[in-house]
């Protein structure tokens, strides 16, 4: 059952929590929720006290005012939710967008009540430029994006979910009713408010990273090509602490949830050394 807390400004957090002992905060990517944690928050939560929240603009979290999104909001966000929820010396677990969440609360809050970090199958540029080719196409916060969204929210959210799913034991009526399932939960001016706020370069943050970090990600991915060479940029930035680099050997984006044994298996142990 989802929980909530009030943040200082008035916003209603959603969340959802298992188990007791060192905390752990699972964060989801851009339009997703809570349940894309479901498996991971039941395996976790039996070593950890696992939480996992939903994102401004995602399911069930209610923003006081919207207009106020600003170029830090999803920082805010997970600060609010630590301090509010009185945690300290927090394993913070990113997925995709997730990551940005991540970014963003280095380069203004530093580490602070973090223990460790793990960052799962996201580039740390999001735009394609001179000196960084290594995303598919496009960028979270390119401008292109944007419009697209603007012009066709549906199609492009649409065209979005579809790049995610697994290219097999799913039908046309399977993917079609998960689309609308998801599509229902989002709140498009927030969605596109904090899309907005991600910035196409984040690879400076990186580099004002104190605490043991990991990468993971999917070795053969369909969605970022040259995986091996953003894991080095990973390797290559974050240089006040020995970062660890994990490859799944799987194309899929989504693979916390698709190869959920495997995933938490790797997460617990990254923990248990780090402790």
Known sequence: ??????????????????????????????????????????????????????????????????????????????????????????????????????????????????????????????NTSDDWTLIAAGGFGSRSALQAMEDDYYGYMRSFFYVGLPTEGLSEEDKEKMFLEWYHMLEPQLVKKVLASCQPDYRHALELITVPAAYFYAAHSEILPHPDQIAEEYRKRITKIPIELVPFDCTEHPFPELHNEEFVKKVESFIEKNK
């Open 1 to 126: 059952m989802k929980k909530s807390i009030i943040t200082p400004s008035g916003d209603k957090i959603a969340y959802v929590e298992k188990g007791t002992g060192d905390p752990v905060i699972l964060i989801h990517g851009f339009t997703g929720n809570t349940g894309a944690w479901t498996e991971t928050i039941e395996k976790l939560g039996n070593h950890y006290h696992t939480y996992a929240y939903d994102l401004l603009g995602h399911g069930e979290t209610v923003m006081a005012d919207n207009d106020s999104v600003g170029e830090t909001a999803l920082a805010d966000q997970l600060y609010d939710f630590i301090t509010c929820l009185d945690l300290h010396n927090v394993t913070v677990i990113a997925h995709s967008l997730g990551c940005c969440v991540l970014y963003q609360y280095v380069l203004k809050y530093g580490c602070k009540n973090w223990k460790a970090m793990i960052m799962a199958d996201m580039t740390p540029a999001m």
